[in-house]
């Protein structure tokens, strides 16, 4: 249960926002500019469906307008609500300026619980939400440019991508009003595991840093670390996969909706994953012990902490409980402000939100790019690429001959060597180079400042700076 007094999740994006701007010197008003959310536009519409009309409430936020387009996802579900939206879109405006992504904060949202609808229901609530978006501009190549959220994909993101385009016909970048859409509909390679595959980056990056394993009190490199992820949804499930099958990570805990599995020998994520897709839940599952109170296994003994689903999941009830020396925030917001007080104090290391999971807008800002560009990435210069690789191998492949038993070129060289770089493997080149660029930013600024005792209030600094540098270039 979480506390009364705990801070509501916009209240809590403010707290850390507040902690932030205290160590910074900027201009009278310019911080108050920067934390408010600029406009929340909220829509009702109805939707006949089963023979009478339904009424969908939904919302659009734009927290900064310092860059544009805004960009920000489009999230489905029950507990959609004003101030959620609002603290999702301030975060996004924080995350797109640590990442050097173009862009100001938004996100959207529609109360709904999409697994009460069918596939042709859904495309008809989607379409109309993004009607009522795009007939205000809230939907827009050059003005704001939603993405996947929770509950929703690229089969939304698809619908919605069509919708915009039946409205602006002769609007040749149209693809790029929404990313996340699948490859056929102008999306990217590598977008839907982007989230998950930053976490695993961001964590390469984390383990590559002595002083700051240190600082979290641990040793040694991600191999054979335990951890546990709370929810298999995309985030969690490509960020487990990924750390399990190529950093040698045991997963020793899934939480899920209905419980959660543990085994101290690891899980196999696949395996969990194909059952929740063929039995709604995490129950039965044969090889690992389900628990059934699952978010009791968030306080369970582990290396790492994964929380990749909702918000305010780490709160002041179950802060000084948490075990692990390091938390990586998969989610937006899983952390309270209170409870991240509690858990500074004993020393927990939080690899925050706006850095752990800005793969997934960062590869949204490739795709964005490709639209804009209508040419896939690598396409002119692959086969170039092949080919002068191609000269070398086969100069080596003379001394391999002439130099006989004394040198030989390892087996895989050629093969590895002369493959050109594709659309796939430009994209993980990209945001690999996002991820550790970020986190060094931040890093400079946690050991660089006394009074900076964490990473978070370390991404605040650097994404207010920045925010605050776009301001003053425009003048205000
Ligand atoms: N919904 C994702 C997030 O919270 C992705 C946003 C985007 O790609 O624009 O970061």
Redesign the pocket.
């Known amino acids: 249960m979480t506390p009364a007094n705990e801070p509501s999740f916009r209240e809590s994006v403010d707290i850390m926002f507040n902690r932030a701007v205290a160590l910074m010197d900027l201009p009278p008003g310019l911080e108050e500019k920067i934390r408010v959310c600029n406009a929340t536009y909220t829509v009702r519409f109805g939707v006949r469906l089963r023979g009478q009309i339904h009424t969908f409430t939904g919302y659009r936020s734009v927290h900064s307008e310092h860059m544009e387009p805004v ?3 489009i999230r489905f579900a029950m507990g959609v609500n004003q101030d959620e939206v609002e603290a999702l879109a301030a975060l ?1 405006t924080y ?1 797109c300026a640590l990442v050097e992504a173009p862009f100001g904060g938004s996100k959207g949202g529609l109360r709904i619980d999409p697994r009460e609808w069918d596939e042709h229901e859904l495309e008809q609530i989607t379409r109309r939400f993004a009607y009522e978006l795009a007939k205000r501009d809230l939907i827009h190549p050059s003005q704001n440019v939603p ?3 929770m509950g929703t994909g690229e089969r939304e993101m698809a619908w919605i991508a069509d919708q915009y385009r039946r409205m602006n016909t002769t609007d040749i970048n149209s693809r790029a009003c929404v ?2 859409k699948p490859i056929n509909a102008g999306g990217i390679q590598g977008r839907t595991e982007a989230t998950g595959r930053g976490v695993q980056y961001a964590l390469q990056e984390f383990f590559r840093h002595p002083e700051d394993i240190k600082a979290a009190g641990m040793s040694g490199t991600l191999d054979g670390k335990r951890v546990v992820v709370q929810g298999l949804g995309n985030v969690g499930y490509h960020a487990a996969k990924f750390l399990q099958e190529e950093d040698g990570c045991k997963i020793t805990g899934i939480i899920e909706r209905d419980g959660a599995l543990v085994d101290d020998d690891g899980i196999d994520v696949e395996g969990v994953r194909s059952w929740i897709a063929k039995h709604g839940g995490v129950t039965g599952y044969p090889n690992a012990t389900h628990v059934e109170d699952g978010s009791s296994v968030l306080e369970k003994d582990c290396d790492i902490l994964v929380p990749a689903a909702l918000e305010g999941v780490i709160h002041m009830g179950n802060a000084a409980n948490i075990k692990a020396p390091l938390i990586i925030e998969a989610a ?1 917001g899983p952390v309270t402000a209170g409870a991240d007080e509690i858990l500074r104090e004993k020393g927990c290391v939080i690899i925050p939100d706006m850095y752990a ?1 800005a793969g ?2 960062t590869v ?1 800002y490739f795709e964005w790019v490709k639209n804009l560009s209508h040419i896939r990435f690598g396409r002119m210069s692959r086969r170039e690429e092949e080919a002068r690789n191609e000269l070398l191998v086969n100069e080596l492949n003379k001394l391999d001959v002439h130099l006989g038993d004394n040198w030989s070129m390892s087996p895989d060289f050629k093969k590895k060597y002369m493959r050109g770089a594709g659309e796939l493997e430009l994209v993980r080149s990209g945001l690999d180079d996002t991820m550790r660029a970020a986190y060094q930013g931040m890093r400079e600024k946690w050991h660089s400042q006394d009074n900076v005792t964490d990473l978070r209030t370390a991404a605040y600094l650097v994404s207010i700076g920045k925010v605050a540098d776009s301001y003053r270039a425009l003048g205000l």
């Open positions: 960009k920000g996802g996004m995350k993405a996947p959220d990313t996340g937006n999971n997934g807008v949204s």
